[in-house]
Antibody, heavy 118, light 111 residues
Framework: EVQFVESGGGLVQPGGSLRLSCAAS????????MNWVRQAPGKGLEWVAY??????VTYYADSVKGRFTISRDENSLHLDMNSLRVEDTAVYYC?????????????WGQGTLVTVSS | EIVMTQTPLSLPVTLGQPASISCRSS???????????LSWLHQRPGQPPRLLIY???DRFSGVPDRFSGSGAGTDFTLNISRVEADDVGIYYC????????FGQGTRLEIK
């Protein structure tokens, strides 16, 4: 069964840093492109970042470009977040892309909550 | 950036009745491979989203056949043939043809 477990969230002051991780299981992680998606309290879903299967290609939403870095290792996805702002407060989810089947948009883990506040 | 626009934003439905949600993209979602990467997700209160439909009309594993998707190009629809109590929550469309973007969400509630 495909599963994702996000971790690393917490309370951080504006301007601070945090590293999120997403542990993947149930599939060959190295073969799939991955994304981070976030959801601010009471708001909709916002795509944050993408990384190719090789890790060589990355894309970012304009709202986080230059502050966030997506990376991956053998079985985990990471998001390094710097210069955090109050508006970065959200639940962060990892999301898999499956180009072979054309299945985009799931499954999802429970997410990890990041709160940026003084 | 491709903008996704959903209508309606709020959808009151009587149990057992059908429901329909529309999603329009600002550009065609046909990818260079000829396929269209439009998905539908459902999020119940306090839960993460779950995938319902991908590639316009393919149901994800375990999704009941009450849910169906249709459309092409820039106009897409999610249909629920008979709404059940468990269907409440917010429905999102998502495109994966050019990066990823989501619609604003449609809140389905029981009348």
């Amino acid at each position: 069964e495909v599963q994702f477990v996000e971790s690393g969230g917490g309370l951080v002051q504006p301007g601070g840093s945090l590293r999120l991780s997403c542990a993947a299981s149930g599939f060959v992680f190295s073969k799939y492109e991955m994304n981070w998606v976030r959801q601010a309290p009471g708001k909709g879903l916002e795509w944050v970042a993408y990384i190719s299967a090789s890790g060589r290609v990355t894309y970012y939403a304009d709202s986080v470009k230059g502050r966030f870095t997506i990376s991956r290792d053998e079985n985990s996805l990471h998001l390094d977040m710097n210069s955090l702002r109050v508006e970065d407060t959200a639940v962060y989810y990892c999301m898999r892309d499956d180009y072979d089947s054309g299945c985009f948009g799931g499954p999802w883990g429970q997410g990890t909550l990041v709160t940026v506040s003084s | 950036e491709i903008v996704m626009t959903q209508t309606p934003l709020s959808l009151p439905v009587t149990l057992g009745q059908p429901a329909s949600i529309s999603c329009r993209s600002s550009k065609s979602l046909v990818y260079y491979d000829g396929k269209t990467y439009l998905s539908w997700l459902h999020q119940r209160p306090g839960q993460p989203p779950r995938l319902l439909i991908y590639k316009i009309s393919d149901r994800f594993s375990g999704v009941p056949d009450r849910f169906s998707g249709s459309g092409a190009g820039t106009d897409f629809t999610l249909n629920i043939s008979r709404v059940e109590a468990d269907d409440v929550g917010i429905y999102y469309c998502m495109q994966a043809t050019q990066l990823r973007t989501f619609g604003q969400g449609t809140r389905l509630e029981i009348k």
